[in-house]
């Protein structure tokens, strides 16, 4: 696609759940990373794909939270046990390369509300 | 870990008034990024700066990247309400991974 794309835009759920965000990247782009937004607050890195490198994951807040990038494209969040401190917004972006990484192309992001 | 300082957290100007915004770091970024987030979107870039002392235009927007390279400013000029948004500076240092600061929330009154 044009640009990098985020599903679902919206998503309730109760504590306890899981939940699966999906971001799908811009094609070629071989960098992709996970932000998480919290009201007022700025972009808290989550975790970081290099095409076939282990991802860097030192941001992910706690062992609920785990993400996986199948064949290089396509990347999930998944957020097991959900708490309310989990909700937020969480974005995906991608960008050409790692030494691109300046040029990030965010998608519109997950807005997540644990109730 | 690398920490930003961004400031104002907020404003509230005029139609027409020239904006100025800056962030601080902890520690040496070899390149300065802005971002401008509208409701609803993911951010956009607007500026990448990547040495000390470069001062960078885009239309009304002008960067600096601080000569300590631990800090960096934006100015907008003559600011109109499609301005309004969220600005984020970010960094990155060796990492390839930027680190964003909390943003300044800017409201333009007409």
Redesign the interface.
Known sequence: GAG?SQSPSNKVTEKGKDVELRCDPISGHT?L?W?RQSL??????LI?F?GNSAP?KS?LPSDRFSAERTGGSVSTLTIQRTQQEDSAVY?C?SSLD??G?????????TQLSVL | GQQLNQSPQSMFIQEGEDVSMNCTSSSIFNTWLWYKQEPGEGPVLLIALYKAGELTSNGRLTAQFGITRKDSFLNISASIPSDVGIYFCAGRGGSYIPTFGRGTSLIVHP
């Open positions: 990098v960098a990373y932000y007022g607050q700025g972009l808290e890195f970081y290099q860097d941001g974005l972006a790692s030494r990484g300046e040029k990030l192309f965010f998608g519109s992001g």
